[in-house]
């Protein structure tokens, strides 16, 4: 998960700004001059962004001039991408996908849900485990 510190505002004035909210109608990033002028304009439903707050999801890439829905996933980073990020594998300053096992969100799909589920399975039981550690600790004491 990255920082808010890392998504910057979506003006191109103020495209170096650090967002503090998000338009969900509008799929935009916004600093604090872009949200108080679109709060002025809109009766849009605005996210905040929050200092502790790591990540709101909003299926668009936050890699800087992308402004595409998330569409592929990267089985090697294990990271969502979008298409621009896909199609410019080959390019240097985009390369980071270059040698990468690339699918489409909606044929993993199920996979992460079989493998989340099978993850909960596994926390049940030590969880379970665990317990019944504490509990025999309890009756040694």
Known sequence: MEDNAHIKCSSKIHQDINTNSYCQECRLYMCEKCQKMHQE???HNQL???ENQNE???GICTE???VNYLDSFCKTHNKLCCL???SNINKAEYGQHKDCDICIIEDIKEE???KFKENIK???NLSN???QSINRLKKNF
């Open 41 to 43: 304009l809109y009766n």
């Open 48 to 50: 905040i962004i929050n």
């Open 56 to 58: 709101i999801f909003t």
């Open 64 to 66: 800087k001039n992308h």
């Open 84 to 86: 621009v990020c896909i």
């Open 112 to 114: 992460k849900k079989a």
């Open 122 to 124: 596994e926390f049940e």
């Open 129 to 131: 485990s665990v317990t």
